[in-house]
């Protein structure tokens, strides 16, 4: 039986005024209030929509695989069409299965956005370097500090991440060529890919 799309509802196949990109996040509460302002501030062009499902890598993707496979098949019948790009937003943090949920997202076109260790890493980036390895709890901690506000983020963080976008892509973007330079695998601790998603909403 073919697994229904758990995705916002489908519009008509005519219908182009506006891409849609669906996300399967990780966490239910600090990947959903980042992505907020984001949300308002393309939604002329690009309807975002993140899934309520959520959970560990694999289980991410396994999920995010299924719904675009429905969703191609509901297209084919002319009952909609699918979203544009679906991505999957998670952490390596201490993840099984992380290569296995990698490898099936590059198999079956899935978009991903992974910082390592954890999204905190990533909101770090916005105010300052972090080129040596940190631990998950190192990130979480001093992501609180700089945005005074925990998994839960206050207006004022979403705000300021929003604004100091540009020198957080710039900073992931220096530890990609850093790791490559070192000879480290791509993705390593301290790496993000977030700034990647949020330029799929600018395109």
């Not at 002329?44 to 560990?56: E, Y």
Request: net charge positive; glycine share 4%; charged share 30%.
């Amino acid at each position: 039986m073919t697994a229904r799309p758990t995705g916002a509802p489908r519009r008509p196949r005519n219908d182009r005024a506006r891409r849609e990109i669906l996300i399967f996040a990780e966490g239910e509460k600090t990947e959903g209030s980042y992505l907020l302002p984001w949300r308002r501030e393309f939604r002329d062009r690009v309807l975002i929509s993140v899934d309520p499902f959520h959970g560990v890598p694999l289980s991410l993707v396994n999920k995010a695989v299924e719904t675009k496979k429905a969703e191609l098949l509901e297209q084919k019948r002319r009952r909609g069409r699918a979203h544009d790009e679906i991505w999957c937003m998670f952490d390596i943090d201490a993840h099984p299965n992380v290569r296995e949920a990698i490898q099936k997202a590059e198999d079956n076109g899935i978009h991903l956005a992974i910082s390592n260790p954890c999204i905190e890493l990533w909101f770090i980036l916005h105010f300052e370097d972090q080129t040596a390895y940190i631990s998950r709890h190192k990130a979480q901690s001093r992501s609180a500090e700089l945005l005074e506000s925990g998994k839960n983020l206050s207006r004022r963080a979403m705000d300021l991440l929003f604004d100091h976008f540009e020198n957080a892509r710039q900073r992931a973007r220096e530890l990609d060529i850093k790791h490559a330079r070192d000879g480290s695998p791509p993705g390593s601790n301290p790496s993000s890919g977030v700034w990647e998603l949020i330029e799929s909403f600018r395109q």
